[in-house]
């Protein structure tokens, strides 16, 4: 055990932020879905974001809120829920059983994360391509 922390970096993170269940996942995209009604209104402070809201622990990854605008920002953007440093589309769907996240029109293709599945029995379908 000492030679394996002598060799490596340990994650204290996750000692310390919380683990969020499938149920709470679900609740915080629930809480997304409101923010992100706000956007537009001219009222919302992304400059908060990235906000660490927790752990998955199906797969001991950080997840974290994340603003990603396109387009007109900072109107024309939201909150999404993401897994933390997760760098390409194949590393979320085979390592992480993720959904990647990529960009709308205009700007169609570019990868910006990779979104939690809340039921792994059941994932979304995936983007061609």
Same mark, same amino acid.
């Given at each position: 055990?000492?030679?394996?922390?002598? +060799?490596?970096?340990?994650? !204290?993170?996750?000692? *310390?932020?919380?683990? %969020?269940?499938?149920?709470?996942?679900?609740?915080?995209?629930?809480?997304?879905?409101?923010?992100?009604?706000?956007?537009?209104?001219?009222? !919302?402070?992304? *400059?908060?974001?990235?906000? *660490?809201?927790? $752990?998955?622990?199906?797969?001991? /990854? %950080?997840?974290?809120? /994340? !603003?990603?605008?396109?387009?007109?920002?900072?109107?024309?953007?939201?909150?999404?829920?993401?897994?933390? *440093? $997760?760098?390409?589309?194949?590393?979320?769907?085979?390592?992480?059983?993720?959904?990647?996240?990529?960009?709308?029109?205009?700007?169609?293709?570019?990868?910006?994360? +990779?979104?939690?599945?809340?039921?792994?029995?059941?994932?979304?379908?995936?983007?061609?391509?």
């Amino acid at each position: 055990m000492t030679v394996l922390l002598a +060799c490596t970096t340990p994650d !204290f993170r996750t000692f *310390s932020d919380p683990v %969020m269940t499938t149920a709470g996942m679900q609740a915080e995209l629930e809480r997304l879905h409101q923010i992100n009604l706000t956007v537009e209104e001219g009222d !919302f402070d992304f *400059s908060r974001y990235p906000i *660490s809201v927790g $752990v998955d622990p199906r797969n001991g /990854k %950080m997840l974290v809120e /994340k !603003f990603i605008c396109w387009d007109a920002c900072p109107d024309v953007g939201m909150v999404f829920l993401l897994y933390e *440093s $997760v760098e390409t589309e194949q590393a979320c769907v085979d390592t992480l059983m993720g959904s990647p996240l990529v960009s709308p029109d205009p700007i169609p293709g570019q990868y910006w994360g +990779c979104r939690p599945i809340v039921d792994w029995l059941n994932p979304p379908e995936r983007f061609p391509g």
